[in-house]
């Protein structure tokens, strides 16, 4: 859907990174793990960028979570205040949490967003999560403490992530893997599970 949204706040959850939470409009009903495409004019010129949901649900609002890396994109929605608007288009993507019993999320950088969503989402639900988080300035402290004190297993590393992956496949039924992050990520994480035993198709969103 193509749709105009409310800034609802911004708010500074890490090192250099942002949650915005926007109006969710009639209709919209993006999965944690899915993405949208936000368009906005920047020094005269219209540009546009994917940011992926970063809330458990998009029940009347939703979240996503950027990363102040330099792009004048993150800065413009960075600045943005309560009552501003932008235009916005999705959802996108077929790797999100659809409910199963065991969710297994591998986060790299910004993949953090999207891995506290769907741990919140499974719990939510009466199901397990673990999250193995690498970044060496880990965003969402506040969230990952959380689910870590309702039941979800959660290890934040700026190293290997291969033992943690390992203690996080269980071979249970309904246990599905996610992975969030860039290619260099997405592919040691890739081969963590696979060294892990993981035996499913693991659903894997590549940002670039």
Do not use: W
């Not at 990363?67 to 959802?91: K, Q, R, Y």
């Not at 969230?143 to 039941?151: A, I, S, V, Y």
């Amino acid at each position: 859907m193509d749709a105009t949204v409310a800034v609802r706040s911004v708010s500074e959850v890490g090192p250099d990174t942002v949650a915005v939470t926007l109006d969710s409009p009639d209709g919209f009903d993006g999965k944690p793990g899915q993405f949208v495409r936000f368009t906005a004019v920047i020094d005269g010129e219209e540009e546009s960028r994917f940011y992926t949901i970063s809330s458990p649900d998009t029940e009347g609002a939703f979240e996503t979570t950027v990363g102040l890396d330099g792009g004048d994109f993150s800065a413009h929605l960075a600045d943005l205040c309560e009552g501003d608007e932008i235009e916005m288009t999705g959802p996108f993507g077929d790797d999100y949490y659809e409910g199963e019993s065991r969710a297994v999320v591998l986060a790299g950088g910004p993949g953090v967003g999207p891995a506290v969503a769907i741990a919140e989402a499974a719990l939510a639900a009466g199901n397990e999560a673990a999250v193995v988080y690498r970044d060496g300035e880990p965003a969402h402290g506040e969230r990952l403490e959380n689910l870590r004190e309702r039941g979800a297993s959660i290890v934040v590393t700026d190293d290997s992530i291969d033992d943690a992956v390992a203690a996080a496949v269980t071979g249970a039924d309904g246990e599905q893997a996610f992975v969030y992050g860039f290619a260099e990520f997405v592919d040691e994480a890739v081969a963590a599970l696979e060294a892990a035993g993981y035996a499913g198709d693991a659903k894997v969103e590549n940002f670039g």
